[in-house]
Structure formats: structure tokens, C-alpha cells
């Protein structure tokens, strides 16, 4: 009874929109350009579907998020770990880590151009800069806030320092570490789309700058919703796998 | 025979507006197999003995010295049992006391055979594939009990383990402890605030002053296992320690009225 009762609120308010949405358009209020009725777009998508096309722009998208993202997470996470468990390599390197964390991936635009031309290197290298920082950040709170008591503990029952970074230090650090990873995702999955408008020719951030050239604009809101439900489906993905390495957590208040 | 020995030792912090002398001129020797408990209201310092035997903190002064070795970090010699069981939340039951075990290098035979047998002995071995945070607290504390007695350390040190459970949890795992006692031979220096804890478990009770820590007065309980605290030698012990405990408190209240606390 509940589920259902949660099921038709939730239904409720997206199709009330559509089908405003849809007499709007239908009624002629608006032209198609400006606004396209939503079967104009659920066509094209379907058009859009069968071409073949959305499959390689989908894929061409994910498979930029996936590199970039790797690389950068790649890189981050060690580096955090050793910035969280050294004083030193902190000091060393929080400075500069500090002036150039708060300057957004987009800006670094016109560089990665001149460094890397066209195509999907720059694409890469802005999306790495998006999942950077969020790992290195988190990685190094989580290992800095492992509760000392695990420390103690693990110290009196005879591990030495190696022991405790690989089995105490990592595993207590993991979920800030998976924090870090999802919000890096999010953040990739928001620079793929930019970078793709600038440098490359396929994807689905190049696909909808394209249809604004031909004012396809039920092609660019086709391409939006495409855009939602893949980060939607990222994300669920991330937590799917977060739910289950981090079992042990789960309901854990600290 | 001599297992502990604690000569003139002294503990400081140092605080933002003043010098803070937790324990002064500690005397203390614990033999083998000995129980004792040390007894005092918070503050007192017994928790920074206790520390001070894990090798947790450096003394300011003085020393202490375990089977004729000086203390300086901690070691499987000396297990701890905290009063926030501090089990690692990522492994299971079975992992968090095989974990001493491995970093000995043990086979893996011959661990699944300790642990197993120490699962079943502390009526765990049903739990062994749960995480800390499925147990309960009484279950958390007995887990973290098998950890400490897997490596087999001949001293226990045991923090308040009981301070967070209530209070048929609390007998039980009171009962339980008195076995493993006598089971496995160990010595234990038990942290408490529980005046009637200290009668019902110690062979001697150590109580501490508060501000700055010392031994105030030392007590043998002689009564014969199991005890009965409704007895009438047992609250003849209660209404003496109960006195002096109570002196402490009394000037650590005013302390803290006063904002030193």
C-alpha cells in the first residue's frame, strides 16, 4: 500500500508537466524551436537511436569519463595517501595543491588546447583535472581522521607500520576515499560534456552543440535527457559498488 | 613471582594555562596471575597507568618494567582491552582475531584452528562472519577478549571494558572474564569506577587519588570465588572503598566547579 501510494506521488508531478509540456506546444503557444512538444523528442531520440549514432556518441562519452577519470583518480589517490599519512609530503606539496584546486577544470581549457590540440587528449587530460582534486581531497581527510584508537589497537597486537597502513590505515579510509570517487565521477561526467564541445566530433556534449547549429532543438533536449540518465545511471552504478565494499559501514554512525 | 613493576613514575600534560600532574610517584608491583583492579573516580589517572603498562605514553619519570624488560611502545605481551572495543569495523569477527595471529605468521591452519577454537570457547563462533556493527556490546566486548587471547599475551590490560554495557551484560561478561582467568592464567590489571566491579573481580584493589594521581590505599580481597555481593563482608569492602573513593570524587567536583576540571 505504502509503495504504491509512493509510486503514484512520485509519478504525478513529472506527467502533469509533460502533458502541460505537450499542450503547450500543441496549442501553438510557443514555436517548436524555442520549446518542441516532448513527442517531437521522444521521435527523435528514437531517430536518433536507430541511426546507430546515440550508441557512439554514448560510448565515445563514457569511454572519455572512464579514461580521464582513471587517470586522475589514478594519480590522486596515491599521492593522497601519502599526503595524508606524512606530515611532510603534506607540507610539501598542500600549497601548492591549495592554489590550484579552487581553479575550475573549464578554465583549464585554452592550455589543454595549446598542449594537446584537438581531439580526445585534451578531452582526457580536462576530465582528469575533475576527478583530481575531489580523490586527493578526500583521500587525504580519510587518511588523516582514522580513528587513533584503531591505530593503538592494531599497534598492541603487534603490527608494525606496514601492516598498519595496507589493513587498518586503507580499509578505515575507504569510505571518504568513495566519496571522493563519486563526487570525482560527477564531476568528469559534467567536464566530458564541455570538453566535448570544444574539441572533438562525437559524444554527446558535441552531438547537442551540433543540432543547435541546425536548430534541431528536440535533438538538444533528446541529447539532454540522454546526458541526465547516463550520469543517473553512473551514479547508481557507484553506489551499487560502494554499498557493497563498504558493507561493514553501512549504518555505522561514525 | 614478580610479573609488573612500577617504580617512581610520573605522567605530565601539558595544557593551554597549566601543567597537569596525572600520575606521581607511582609504586606499584603486580605479581603473576595476579588480579588487580585499579579504582578511582574520573580523572584519576588510572587509565594513564593503564597506558603507561601498554606502552601507549612515554612516562615523564620513572619506569616500568614487564618480566624484567623496561616498557617503551606497545606489544602482544600486553594485550588491551578498550572500553570502545576499538574492533576494526572492516573485518569480521573471525578476521578481527585472526588478525594477531597473521601478523605472528602463523599458518593459515593453525589460525583457523586458534580462532575457531577461541570463537567457540567465547560462544561467538555463530557470529564469526557478522561485522562489529551486527554485535552487540556485550558481543563487541567478548570479540575484542578472543583478539587479546588469540595472541596470547600473558597480561591482560582491560580499560573500563565493562563501563558501556548494562548491567546483567555486565555480570555475565563479569562471570565469563573470572573463567577465562582461571582457564587461560592470566595476569590482569583491570581499570574500573565500579566499586562493587573491583570486590566482585580483583585479588587487590588499588585505589587512586585524584589530581595529582597516586596510590591512596591498597586493598586485598580475599574472599572466595564466586563472590556475593549481597554479602555482608562483601559490603563490609564496599562501605570502606565506597568512603575513600568518594573523597576523590568530592575534590573533583569542586575542581570542576571551580572550571580546573
Redesign the interface.
Known sequence: MFQVRVIVRGTAVPLLTLLLWEGICRAGLVSAIILPAPSAVVLRWVEWLLSGELLVDTLGSLTRVSLGFLLGAGLALPLGLFMGASPKVYEYFNPLVQVLRPIPPIAWIPMSILWFGLGNPPAIFLIAIGAFFPVLMNTIAGVRNVDG??L?????????NT?IFR??IL??A?PYIFAGMRIGIGTAFIVVIVSEMIAVNNGLGYRILEAREYMWSDKIIAGMITIGLLGLAIDIGMNAINNHLL??????DS | MEKIRITGLQKTFQSASQEIHALQEINLTIAEVEFVCLLGPSGCGKSTLLNAIAGFIEASAGEVVVDGRMVDAPGPDRGVVFQEYALFPWMTVSRNVAFGLEIKGLTRGDIEERVGALLHTLNLWEFRDRFPKDLSGGMKQRVAIARVLAIDSPIMLMDEPFGALDALTRRSLQDELLRIRREFCKTIVFVTHSIEEAIYLADRIVVMTYRPGTIKFEQQVALPHPRDPAGAEFNELKRTLGGLVMEEHDRHARDEIRGEG
Do not use: D, F, K, S
Open positions: 584508537i584503531y593503538r589497537a592494531a599497534r598492541n597486537l603487534g603490527a608494525g601492516v589493513r587498518v580499509p578505515a575507504t558493507r561493514w559501514h553501512r549504518g555505522m
